[in-house]
């Protein structure tokens, strides 16, 4: 990658001529964008894989949607395998949706389209995506980051992380921020566990209760805490903190 080449980080998307094309540079691979029509109002951005010799995904862009392209070409680019075919992928659309962050919840039986593709909301933007690769988020005040993810490499942990990264960039404030909180680890013999002291409450048939439990963040904050309630208590204070809602006075050391 020459040294010369502009960061995409940095790019101004709205100062390209019709029909030129520009490669930027991102931590991750290079990346390519064009302006395909000579009147149009819209971008094309191709992001090449690791190897920078095939492309991994072809993506719109609108005016209104110049601000958020660097950003999110540059999570495509992070996401994107180190090579390319030019197939449709094969990875399973019902999991991405369970495993991406940005979702208000994590249960089964989300309900698909004739078509295979399955989609979400969260406050301010919704999220679709297609057994062929195809994406389209949109938000709430009219901005859409859509685009074709290329190539039987992308397997639903990567869609997720690109459905991730719109999104964050599309949803309401409230929304940067989802929280979950997990179960008690539960009860268990002691050595079941590697690093069970047995330091719990104890019960007939040597078995020991175990309350930690995790809460996490979308934004990739994660504690675990001794109990649930405790649990509950540190992720809305994660998520108060997080969205300037404490006086600095009372932030937590962890946010």
């Known amino acids: ?7 995409l980080a940095a790019a101004d998307l709205s100062g390209l001529a019709d029909r030129a094309g520009t490669w930027f540079a991102t931590g991750r691979g290079r990346v390519f964008v064009r302006r395909y029509a000579r009147h149009s109002d819209f971008i094309r951005a191709a992001v090449r894989s690791g190897t ?15 601000p958020l392209a660097p950003t999110w070409l540059a999570a495509i680019a992070q ?31 989300i309900p698909r389209l004739r078509d295979g593709s399955v989609g979400w909301s969260i406050p301010g933007a919704a999220a679709r995506v297609w ?15 859509a685009g074709q993810l290329e190539g039987s490499q992308w397997d639903q942990f990567q869609v997720a992380a690109v459905a991730d990264a719109g ?3 599309l ?15 539960g009860w268990s013999r002691p050595y079941d566990r590697p690093g069970n002291t047995s330091n719990g409450r104890e019960r007939k048939g040597g078995q020991v209760y175990d309350g930690s439990t995790t809460s996490s963040c979308s934004c990739g904050w994660t504690t675990t ?25 009372d932030r937590p050391p962890h946010a």
């Open 131 to 145: 057994p062929t690769g195809r994406l389209e988020l949109r938000s709430t005040t009219g901005r859409v980051l």
């Open 167 to 169: 999104l964050r960039l």
């Open 225 to 249: 805490s001794p109990s649930q309630l405790g649990a509950r208590a540190m992720a809305e204070r994660h998520r108060l903190d997080a969205t300037s809602q404490l006086p600095a006075a």
């Open 52 to 66: 920078g010799q095939d492309r991994a995904a072809l993506l719109t862009f609108h005016p209104d949607a110049y």
């Open 79 to 109: 996401a994107a395998s180190e090579s390319a075919d030019h197939r449709h992928p094969s990875a399973s659309t019902g999991s991405v949706r369970l495993l991406a962050r940005m979702t208000p919840d994590h249960r089964n039986g």
């Open 1 to 7: 990658m020459s040294d010369l080449m502009p960061l």
């Open 171 to 185: 949803c309401a404030p409230e929304a940067q921020h989802m929280t979950r909180t997990g179960e008690p680890s």
